[in-house]
């Protein structure tokens, strides 16, 4: 059972253009999310966290919307640059359940065009 | 500062055999993880410890055991490796809570024949 489900396994999008990578969860106790980067023979690194209280967190580039009500979080890179092309990452929590733990979706690999 | 390291970046094994991967951070953090990453899966959590001499078991802890003597090395141990355990290995850190972000290293390759 994929409780975090990342249903695109691959995007292609123009250098310059917006690139809007989306994340649906199942568990309604998760309120914490996270988004990964990671380059090939790396290990993932951190891009953008948001808390349920919120429904938008930006980062320069970075803008991580939650949508509670339909479970769907999304990532917007905008502009792209080639630089982003990566395998993407979102993870969720219900932290305030106590845990420690975070479930990772299967991955979104971006290819940014030049 | 090196963040977080691993040893071996890669590894063969025969079925039975048994290694142990070591993590290592310097960032003074209370958190590790050891998860793995296999194709079409995301990341998933093996064991846990949110401090030294304290390990917990994640979302898939069989066949592997862990150790954290020491507050910067947390251990991934496979006592009968077995071909379903091939996976990349990664190891993570965070400082003190769970929202805190997590540094990962840059993976242990692992096949078992």
């Known amino acids: 059972d994929q409780q975090v489900k990342q249903n695109s396994p691959s995007l292609s999008v123009q250098e310059g253009r917006i690139s809007i990578l989306n994340c649906d969860y199942t568990?309604?106790?998760?309120?914490?999310f996270l988004w990964y980067k990671k380059y090939p023979a790396e290990g993932p690194t951190f891009l953008i966290s948001?808390?349920?209280?919120?429904d938008k967190n930006e980062d320069g580039r970075f803008t991580v919307f939650l949508n509670k009500s339909a479970k769907h979080l999304s990532l917007h890179i905008v502009p792209s640059q080639p630089g982003d092309s990566a395998v993407y990452f979102c993870a969720a929590s219900p932290v305030s359940s106590g845990t420690y733990k975070y479930i990772f979706g299967t991955g979104t690999r971006l290819k940014v065009l030049a | 500062n090196a963040g977080v390291t691993q040893t071996p970046k890669f590894r063969v094994l025969k079925t039975g055999q048994s290694m142990t991967l070591l993590c290592a951070q310097d960032?003074?953090?209370?958190?590790m993880y050891w998860y793995r990453q296999d194709p079409g899966m995301g990341l998933r959590l093996i064991h846990y410890s949110v401090g030294e001499g304290t390990t917990a078991k994640g979302e898939v802890p069989d066949g592997y055991n862990v150790s954290r003597l020491k507050k910067q090395n947390f251990l991934l141990g496979l006592e009968s490796a077995a071909p379903s355990q091939t996976s990349v290995y990664f190891c993570?850190?965070?400082?003190?809570?769970?929202?805190?972000?997590?540094?990962f290293g840059p993976g242990t390759r692992l096949t078992v024949l």
């Open positions: 568990n309604s106790m998760f309120d914490y």
């Open positions: 960032m003074n953090h209370e958190y």
């Open positions: 948001i808390s349920s209280i919120k």
């Open positions: 993570a850190s965070s400082y003190s809570m769970v929202t805190d972000t997590q540094y």
